[in-house]
């Protein structure tokens, strides 16, 4: 297992939506830059001590002085938010003036750095909701302008907002034609708006954008305020679309300046060029086209200049696929890069450079030129992004040098590209220089070469012309230079446009590539001291830095988060170009462009290899060369990629006794010159002492002896550190010097002390009177001082003889003694280290020379070892030099027979002993030296079995075999000669021969014989056996045509010969013998012949030369396994992550592995370092493999890796495939875990590589589930069992025993902290169970003992009968307490679902409008508003539509329609329900005319409003719906609210409906009566003891491939229930109406060869009486992990007559019986019992339903965040509040203002009913309303609870609870105070917010009106309206009559009119 680390989160995060910029800190070394500069030399003037301090990262990219007026202007007016740095800079100022107080100045000064140091940037951060599509900086003000989706962002140069623009969505629709408000189309709908465009306009202070709504229309924004609009025309037509409305067409613009020919003024107008690509029919076809920015002539603003451009899309869509990615402009031209294909069939991109002139008006000197980049063969012809810029003087000279580029100089400006290869994964790029001069020379040359030379260059043709239909030649004209001279930007006359051929591309070798690790997508160029750096950002959110030299090469990474997104192709610096702007998804970066402060000594500074960077020597310090003050003075600055540092060159003495102290002169070359203010010291060790300096020599005291350390043991010297510092505290040099130690120089060698002595490097001499090795001292002289390097006159011992000792033999040794004269008369002793124990003397020749007599050595270990001797002075026991060396050697040792012993070298003198049979010393052997050895031995034979034909080898091992090759002079083996193969021989040990064929009919079995030379013979003891190999069978018989299949050959004696005497082929494919014996196996070579599959082929086995044996048509080559996905495609750098690899042809494959290579950080994969993680994959079919992920070791956190798979010899890369850093998680911010309640762990980067399904956390001992995995939260539910700490201690106290909290991702394990567990609800169980049961059951206890004393003597049987029925009513009510106590126990899981997977399944407003209106209708969901289906016949429907035309005229007659309603409303048998569905079907009519709906609902209502008040009870209005007018205004909340339940409360409603499904799905439901055990209606609970299990069914959905999906069910589900399950898990991203419906499916459970169909009732059905039992999947013992098969039902005769079958069989199985699920109703009692029946029976079959009360308070408690989350949606005034509430609230408000009796309380009840209860109460209880969701029975009974809740928070009136109060009312009686609060701050909210004009909300409705009327039945609904007029003709009639308005109208006529046509009948007409 891997363990990680906790990491602890950053001291300050801010969220992605703040305005603000988040500021990263910087290393804690970075308050060394201030220390420094508190530690500057006071001589230094104080003005260069601020600006020091300046130029930290605290201030960014100001300038010192700069930086020095902020400082001012922060004194004096607090300009900064840290409010330390006002102080500060009062601090520095008083620095500045006050150098005298500079001291405590100092101190306070450090002090309020520390302070504000956690504000410092290290780089600064601006996250956008919305992807950023361009970036642009205002060059004059340094502002930044992000053009977002929706959104225009104003910052400042520090990344602050200064202002937003909302762009977008906007309606919009591919097929409108702006403006919007002339479309009628239907498809109109809210649409992001891209954009496109960005470019400053600094000249009028504007910023031009282009967005992809209104067909590319842009506008013109005012750069000091974006939210300014300076000029916007939607009206101007298609003149005006600039931009493209598709995603993913790239835009680029440029500004330029325009001189019209014709304008007497000859005044420049500005303009921009814009190039885009084609995005399709609805798209601008011009490619290029120059934009007007003023009004002139009969041109308008945005209008393209060039009428007939002549590059254009059209029509060549096909042929041309522009990606534009730059543009600008240079010395008149204008340049536009990007990449296209050449047109025709060919689909490659390539990367072209367009050149027009500036002044060009009809780009008739447009031209083409392509470019090629490459690299080692490889082509970049993508281009991604460039940037244009000077070169440099160092780049310039190295592109001079390399002969590429033709002539460079540095202002010449060159284009810089990153190009990739094409095709849309491709992970290679490079970066590419192009001159711009070369690039103008090549062009020139085009158009010469077309206008002067027909189009030829050497010959060949080089120029065609694109966007042309004509295939001829664009050259045919041939002009003189002179015209083409004049006319350098061309003309009409001249051919145009113009492209170069591919052979006359412009080449350049790529000057920097990479590979792997994202492609390079942005390129932004810096030159620092003539040095030029590129910054290239990737594919995965990098950006690195590459010094651009003769060879180039990456050194650092730009700092920042590595988001893994795309880099964008706008990088660029700021005014000071000291900070590079990083643009990515969602986010901008300002990172400074060097981080050298962060070196704090020269080393790691020139580690860095930066050029930015250089080490400042006398500042000490790493800095940019304008930081260091004293840069220009020689080796003053450092540059960093020289990697040199100020060196200690040498001392002088280069060292010194330690006995001793002098000056020390030091050379230090590189050392800058030093002023006469410069202080200079040096420190060796701890001894400090002044220095001078002389030319670059510094002359420093050494510290006296007793200061110097002590020389450690087994040295003679110690080195001490000595160190240069220049101004007290910069250290400019260091380097060790050695002081020496001669009294410890002989510890080197004490066995020659005197040459160790005077041979060191040290000055010491050697004293052979006393025998001391000290100081050189030019005073001592005489013969007896040996002086520093002469050691030729040491007294010594050397030169033995001999020098070849045998062992176990005493060897008289003499030697020479040399220089000895002070030794005269000595005597010596000599010994060795080999035999401590003895010192023998030393005997004295005739001479120099000395003999001993030897020793007895015993040596065994190896043949031969060196000795050597040392030799002291007997009288003294000094040693004296020697260097006596011998060899001792053993005989015995490798020479065990005659043979090698006689083979031993002469000079060892060794012979065989016969009486010891040894081989020994010559002089060791007692008796003669044999002359013969003895006769050969055979001690085995290797193989014993050969076949028939011979043609092996034979190894016969053994002793004696001869001394040499030659001396073997006969083998055979059974009788039968064997060749010797002499290249094998082993000196007497062993022999190899080659074996013969044997005679037919000659014995088969025999000795193997060998003859050495002298006739010896030796004889085996075992027989070697002729036998026949016969292979019979090969397994397996197939494999994969690359080989690497490991086949088995069986047979009859195949282990004949060895294993290098066979080899194997398959039809000549070879076959590598990995294994042999009675089986052989082998390994297939791939397979080269063309036909695939091949047939099955002979598998040979060759046994030697000569035998041949094969098995026929054994072995089949198929094709090899192909890949075709695999999932999941990241994993963690812990691994273990479980990877699914899918394909074909797995079934072959024997081996399956996977491998992780780590890439090189800039060279892509590499063999080194390579972790390999080999693992045999679980081969689920032949369809399937799965591995776990290795685990990776990183080096650094960039680091990629690439996946591949080995499949036998397949090898295929799994990509794409990533790995992650593993993630970080932070410490617990609670520690103590409540049973059923959720915890969360909070970190980052957790959902990168993981899910929730496969993590796993653990709570000591016991796992508990991971119900939701976040990026930066992990979710998790209570363990399921009380957990233990994983320790052996057990403790009694769970509450207060720590348990480590583990979480587990594959490998990787992270102990996130210590928790507590807690129990809930423990205390509340007491309350209830106690009351409940115990004081009732002793209240009958006792009652039951009285009746005994009254009635023992009568009724002695009656009372054993209670008190039998008592037992078993305790014993019952204990076990039901005990089971409901552990429920309560288990965890509760939280139910947030991932909305992320799905997204919520809103109706459409049709859908959502009909339900509201009609679903509540007695025909329902047949109701004819929803079907939309008239009857009417065909030739009567136009006179129809007609007359519905004219109804709806009449309608929108205002006084008709209050006469109708009113008229409708009086008649009695106009009942409830004929006015709600009437005021549906007026709202769906007007729906066109929402305003005038709402004039005439307003009017209905003040009428209403004026019943009410004048009956003296006005509380009583809008409770009912009982006039048209209520449901009228119900209807118009419900179309105002649409969009308000979409955007912000529909979430919350999905999630509470979703948790509520789930709770109740936990547990069993009763399919039958409809009662759960979770819910929260007490008149729905499931009041019975259902035993039940989780199980997880792995499902697969027939015909819809192989994915197995686990489902969750009970096994006490009904199998319709089971097929519920099944399918909303299956089809889960599919909303409720799309999905099959379970009568539609079958389920097949296959437990074996044989599938069942599961159903609900079947002949297998149990029966209890006349009950009859639904099937559940216990009563078919389904069983955890069983797999079920899910089919739909074909709509086939076949499947018709199987399911009416079914039908029938269902039928006759009810036909006497009734159905129950889990429980029985308890008056249905079972007529097989007797009627009499016992009381315990009785008893046994009521449930006691109150003891189950407590899964209400269960099942509330989990559920209550989700009802707080939906109250809060739809009750938070701070939000958003739709303008309808705002608007109608304000109506009620004004109207009780004009009525005396109405208050306050009438006010909020008038409220109350006209919105919670008439729309939020009914959207709640009918989420179906709004969802595409199905509501079950269960579930709508616990939406009720929560409805009635919110009902009663809505209320003024107190509710009195007692014990009596229904269980619902109790359930949430605690949290109702809070929700009346809730309501009342809403009501207030809403009244204090800005009024909604009449103006504003009749603009709201028309939008909605426009949006949506022409999707509803209007038609239908004029129709049934007509129906109401029809029914009550006379009465309308008779009303219209009598009103005088009516009449003057002459409405009663047009209704007539109406009726005669719609009822096609007479009329009064």
Known sequence: MVRRRLVFPPRFSQSASSD???????????????????????????????????????????????????????????????????????????????????????????????????????????????????????????????????????????????????????????????????????????TNNVNKLLLVHPTNGSLIVCGSVYRGICSLLNLSNVNQEIYYSDSKGERTYAASIEENVSVVGVMATFQFKD?????????????????????????????????????????????????????????????????????????????????????KNFTFLSRLCEKDESYYSYTELQLNCSRNGVQYNKVQAAYVTEPGKELARAMLDSGQYGTVTVWDKVLFIVASPDGEDATDSALCMYPLKRINERVEDILNACYTDYGKIGGRPAVYSPYKSSTDNPCENHHTKDIVDQNRCGAEFLRYPLASRPQFALQAEAVFSRQGRGHLTAVAIAVENDHTIAFLGNSVGEVVKVHLSS????????????????????????????????????KITKVPVQSCHQKTDCESCMALKDPYCGWCVLEGRCTRRSECSRAEEKNGWLWSPKQQCV??????????????????????????????????????????????????????????????????????????????????????????????????????????????????????????????????????????????????????????????????????????????????????????????????????????????????????????????????????????????????????????????????????????????????????????????????????????????????????????????????????????????????????????????????????????EVEVKGGKRGTSSVFFNYRDPKPDVVHPSRGPRAGGTVITITGTNLDTGSKEDIHITVDGV??????????????????????????????????????????????????????????????????????????????????????????????????????????????????????????????????????????????????????????????????????NSVFIVTGRGFSKAMTAKEAQAFVGDVPCNVNTLQDDKLFLDPPTTTPRSRSKRQRRDIASEPLDLLIKFGHGEWLVGSVHYERKYEVKLDKIIIPAVVVPMLLIIA??????????????????????????????????????????????????????????????????????????????????????????????????????????????????????IRTLEARPDFNARAKVYCASLLTVALHGKLEYYTDIMRTLLLGLMEEYVQSKNPKLMLRRSETVVERMLCNWMSICLYQFLKDSAGEPLYKLFRAIKHQIEKGPVDAQVKKAKYTLNDTGLLGDDVEYCMLTLQVLVQGEGPDITPVKVLDCDTISQVKEKIIEQVYKNLPYSQRPKVESVTLEWRPGSTGQILSDLDVTSQKEGRWRRLNTLAHYNVRDNATLVLSRLLHTQQSYDQNHDNHEERNALLEDDKVFHLVRPADELDEMKSKRGSIKDKSMTKAITEIYLTRLLSVKGTLQQFVDDFFRSVLCSATEVPPAVKYFFDFLDEQALKHENVDEETIHIWKTNSLPLRFWVNILKNPHFIFDVHVTEVVDASLSVIAQTFMDACTKSEHKLSRDSPSNKLLY?????????????????????????????????????????????????????????????????????????????????????????????????
């Not at 020389?711 to 510092?725: G, K």
């Not at 603009?1899 to 009550?1928: C, M, P």
């Open 1070 to 1235: 070879p076959c590598r013998v990995e294994e042999f014996g009675k089986q052989i196996t082998c390994k297939v070579g791939p397979y080269r012949g063309e036909k695939v599959p091949s047939d099955f082929l002979p598998v040979v086995v060759h046994y030697g030369k000569h035998t041949r044996t094969q098995v026929s048509a054994a072995f089949q080559f198929s094709n090899n396994p192909v890949i075709t996905d695999h999932h999941p495609r990241d994993s963690f750098d812990c691994g273990g992550r479980k990877i699914t690899v899918m394909g074909s042809g797995f079934a072959l494959i024997q081996r399956a592995t996977i491998r992780v290579k780590a890439a090189d950080e800039w060279s892509g994969p590499t063999t080194q370092n390579t972790a390999e993680f080999v693992q045999e994959a679980v081969i689920k079919n032949d369809t399937t493999l799965q591995f776990l992920s290795p685990v990776v070791d990183r080096k650094y956190e960039s680091q990629s890796f690439s996946m591949s798979i080995h499949l036998d010899n397949v090898v295929d890369k799994l990509s794409p495939f990533e790995y992650h850093r593993d993630p970080d998680f932070f410490p617990l911010s609670n520690t103590v875990i409540i049973e």
């Open 647 to 1008: 060196k200690i060159v040498s001392f002088h003495p280069p060292n010194l006794s330690c006995k001793r102290s002098q000056q020390v002169e030091i050379n230090i070359p590189s050392l800058p010159s030093v002023r006469d203010f410069d202080r200079i010291h040096c420190t060796v060790g701890l001894f400090k002492s002044k220095a001078t300096m002389a030319d670059s020599m510094v002359s420093c005291s050494l510290p006296p002896p007793e200061e110097i350390p002590t020389t450690p043991p087994q040295q003679d010297f110690v080195a001490v550190l000595v160190r240069v510092f220049v101004n007290d505290s910069v250290e400019v040099a260091s380097r060790e010097y050695d002081f020496y130690n001669c009294a410890a120089a002989i510890r080197k060698a004490e066995n020659t002390p005197c040459t160790a002595c005077v041979s060191r490097p040290w000055a010491c001499q050697w004293n052979t009177a006393d025998h001391t090795c000290s100081d050189m001292n030019d005073n001592e002289k005489g013969p007896n001082i040996i002086k520093h390097k002469q050691a030729k006159n040491c007294p010594r011992f050397e030169n033995p003889d001999p020098v070849l000792i045998p062992v176990g033999f005493k060897t008289r040794i003499s030697f020479e003694g040399v220089n000895l004269q002070a030794y005269k008369d000595r005597d010596f002793t000599i010994g060795t280290e080999l035999m401590k124990q003895f010192e023998d003397d030393v005997k004295t020749e005739e001479g120099p020379f000395f003999s001993f007599g030897g020793y007895m050595f015993s040596y065994d270990k190896t043949q031969e070892t060196s000795v050597l001797f040392h030799i002291k002075d007997k009288a003294t026991e000094k040693k004296i030099d020697s260097t006596l060396n011998v060899t001792l050697y053993n005989c015995s040792l490798g020479r065990e027979d005659c043979s090698l012993c006689k083979n031993a070298d002469s000079k060892y003198q060794c012979v065989w002993c016969a009486r010891t049979r040894s081989c020994v010393f010559e002089k060791l052997c007692l008796t003669d030296e044999a002359q013969e050895c003895p006769d050969p031995g055979i001690s085995a034979i290797i193989p014993c079995y050969g076949p028939l034909k011979g043609g092996i080898s034979v190894t016969i091992k053994g002793s004696n075999l001869g001394i040499q090759k030659e001396d073997i002079k006969r083998i055979t083996v059974a009788g039968v000669p064997c060749i010797q193969q002499e290249e094998k021989y082993s000196v007497s040990t062993s022999v190899v021969c080659e074996i013969g064929a044997v005679e037919p009919h000659s014995p088969s079995k025999g000795v193997v």
């Open 20 to 190: 603000r910029p988040r500021r990263r800190l910087l290393p804690p070394q970075d308050s060394s830059l201030l220390r420094r500069t508190l530690r500057a030399p006071r001589s230094r003037s104080p003005k260069l001590r601020c600006e020091l301090f300046c130029t930290s990262p605290f201030f960014g990219d100001l300038s010192p002085t700069a930086c020095v007026s902020f400082l001012l202007s922060s004194a004096l007016r607090g300009g900064t938010d840290i409010w330390p740095l006002r102080v500060l800079a009062l601090l520095l100022l008083l620095l500045l003036f006050c150098q005298e107080m500079a001291g405590w100045v100092q101190a306070v000064l450090f002090l309020l750095w520390s302070v504000s140091a956690d504000g410092s940037a290290g780089f600064l951060e601006f996250p956008t909701d919305t992807r950023i599509n361009n970036v642009v900086q205002d060059p004059v003000t340094g502002r930044i302008y992000l053009g977002a989706v929706n959104a225009i962002y104003q910052l400042d140069a520090f990344l602050k907002q200064q202002a937003k623009a909302e762009t977008g969505p906007k309606k919009d629709a591919r097929s409108c034609t702006p403006p919007v408000s002339t479309c009628t189309s239907t498809e109109l709908k809210d």
């Open 551 to 586: 060879s180039p090469d990456v050194y650092i990474r730009v700092p920042g988060d590595t988001t893994g997104d795309r880099v964008n192709k706008n990088l660029f610096f700021d005014k000071t170009q000291s900070h590079l702007y990083i643009t990515t998804e969602k």
């Open 1869 to 1965: 009686a605690k949290e109702i105070s809070s929700y009346k609060k809730m309501v009342d701050e809403y009501y207030k909210g809403i009244r204090i917010m800005v009024p909604v004009s009449d103006q504003d909300m009749n603009t709201h409705l028309a939008e909605v009106s426009r949006a949506h009327t022409d999707k509803l039945n209007t038609q239908v609904a004029l129709h049934q309206l007509y129906q109401y007029a029809s029914k009550y003709y006379k009465e309308i009639v008779q009303s219209l009559d009598e009103d005088p308005a009516a009449q003057s109208k002459q409405l009663t006529l047009r209704l007539q009119q109406i009726a005669s046509a719609l009822e096609n009948k007479v009329t009064d007409l």
């Open 1343 to 1460: 009652i039951s003992i009285v009746c005994y004393r009254r009635k023992s003597q009568q009724a002695e049987r009656e009372y054993e009968k209670v008190k039998h029925q008592l037992e078993n009513l305790e014993e019952s009510v204990r076990d039901r307490c005990k089971k409901e106590f552990t429920d309560l126990m288990i965890e509760m899981e939280d139910h947030t679902n991932d909305l992320s997977e799905g997204r919520i399944p809103f109706l459409d407003y049709k859908t959502y409008t009909d339900r509201v209106f009609f679903l509540p209708s007695k025909d329902g969901a047949n109701d004819v508003m929803i079907t939309g289906k008239l009857d009417i016949p065909e030739a009567r429907k136009a006179i129809v539509a007609q007359a519905l035309n004219q109804f709806s005229n009449l309608l929108n007659s205002k006084t008709f329609l209050i006469t109708f």
């Open 263 to 347: 304008n007497p003024d000859k005044k420049p107008f500005y303009v921009f060029l814009i190039g885009k690509g084609y995005g399709g029919q609805e798209d601008n076809p011009k490619l290029i086209t120059t934009r007007i920015l003023e009004n002139y002539k009969e041109w308008v603003v945005f209008e393209s200049i060039v009428e007939a451009s002549p590059v254009q899309a059209i029509p060549f869509a096909p042929m041309y696929q522009h990606q534009f990615r730059f543009a600008f402009k240079d010395s008149g031209f204008v340049y536009f890069l990007f990449s296209r294909t050449r047109g025709g069939s060919d689909n």
